[in-house]
């Protein structure tokens, strides 16, 4: 399994960026995916996630609105939009395989199905 993020950057206070998470070595389109994010000091916090269809979507409260996660199953990528972007939502952004689960906060570095994540700055 090898999943790696790309597009994070620094960005002003009301910006957009578009993540995206090339995934290889399983069968994507039968997977759920998700998007988690870890700030300095904070817990990991699930962002959003969705079914492997990409039409069964999950936000945290805190981004509703404003991101958007899809996935386009013939690419093997999933993609989140970040609109309205703002301070608090610095963190480092990790795409990961399957249905988020409580157990990611304290085994975050041990699972194995996870990318090495992708740095998002507002600011």
């Known amino acids: 399994v090898q999943l790696v993020e790309s597009g994070g950057g620094l960005v002003l206070p009301g910006g957009s960026l578009r993540l995206s998470c090339a995934a290889s070595?399983?069968?994507?389109?039968?997977?759920?995916m998700t998007w988690v994010r870890q700030a300095p000091g904070k817990d990991l916090e699930r962002v959003s996630e969705t079914d492997s269809g990409g039409s069964g979507t999950v936000y945290a409260d805190s981004v509703k609105g404003r991101f958007l996660i899809t996935r386009d199953n013939d690419k093997n990528t999933v993609y989140l939009q970040l609109n309205d972007l703002k301070t608090e939502d610095t963190a480092i952004y990790y795409c990961a395989m399957g249905r988020y689960s409580d157990s990611w906060r304290t085994r975050w570095d041990l699972y194995k199905f996870r990318g090495q994540g992708t740095q998002v700055t507002v600011s």
């Open positions: 070595g399983f069968a994507f389109r039968t997977k759920a």
